[in-house]
């Protein structure tokens, strides 16, 4: 498809189990994001990868999640021994390159993740 | 610290009403300011944004938001709504930092059309 594309779309896990996430985002695109979206509490930026530069980190809750680009394309976002907070949606948005500073990020659809 | 005030979490109107969102932010110099809609079931979709210049800017859809510095607010507009545009709306602040633009979003606005 010409969007970004994330999977799965539902994932249910048991606390302590590692999850991964998978973003493949549109095609051209250099610089790739990862949000989460909690409940009630708007999106909280992760990560950022812009082409082979040094990925923005800041937005980390923890050590036990982590991410990367593989050939500056598909991003997989690996959450270890998963905590029931670690339950939300999770946005991956891709963007142009030269859009620095537009504001227009595309977002897939989002990996909703459930802990138990 | 840069953040973004959503103080409305939910909303009902009537179709054809006329709608107002608010979003207010702190951040220390002039801001990009965006919104952008998540309807059930899609991704987030950029509604309109601010740079500078015209501080009405109009946006896809039929929505305006007006940039007012003096009250640090972006508020998002709409004359008549429809059925379709039940959503969420997400007001965003853009910080560009290192080259590239981190959104830093607000808590969200949950619009409910009423028939």
């Known amino acids: 498809g010409a969007g970004v594309s994330q999977s799965p779309s539902n994932k249910v896990t048991e606390k302590g189990k590692d999850v991964e996430l998978r973003c493949d985002p549109i095609s051209g695109h250099t610089a790739l994001y990862w949000y989460r979206q909690s409940l009630g509490q708007g999106l909280e930026f992760l990560i950022y990868f812009q082409g082979n530069s040094a990925p923005d980190k800041s937005g980390l809750p923890s050590d036990r999640f982590s991410a990367e680009r593989t050939g500056g394309s598909v991003s997989t976002l690996t959450i270890q021994r998963t905590q029931q907070e670690d339950s939300a949606v999770y946005l991956c948005?891709?963007?142009?390159?030269?859009?620095?500073?537009?504001?227009?990020?595309?977002f897939g659809e989002g990996s909703r993740l459930t802990v138990l | 610290a840069q953040s973004v005030t959503q103080p409305d979490i939910h909303i009902t109107v009537s179709e054809g009403a006329s709608l107002e969102l608010r979003c207010n932010y702190s951040y220390g110099a002039t801001p990009y300011l965006f919104w952008y809609v998540q309807s059930p079931g899609q991704g987030l979709q950029l509604l309109l944004k601010y740079f500078s210049g015209d501080t009405l800017v109009q946006g896809i859809k039929g929505f305006e938001a007006e940039f007012k510095r003096s009250q640090s607010s972006f508020n998002l507009r709409k004359p008549s709504v429809h059925w379709s545009d039940a959503a969420e709306y997400f007001c965003?602040?853009?910080?560009?930092?290192?080259?590239?633009?981190?959104?830093?979003f607000g808590a969200g606005t949950r619009l409910a059309v009423h028939p």
């Open positions: 965003a602040v853009g910080l560009v930092s290192g080259g590239y633009n981190k959104l830093i």
């Open positions: 948005a891709s963007s142009p390159p030269g859009t620095a500073g537009t504001g227009e990020l595309f």
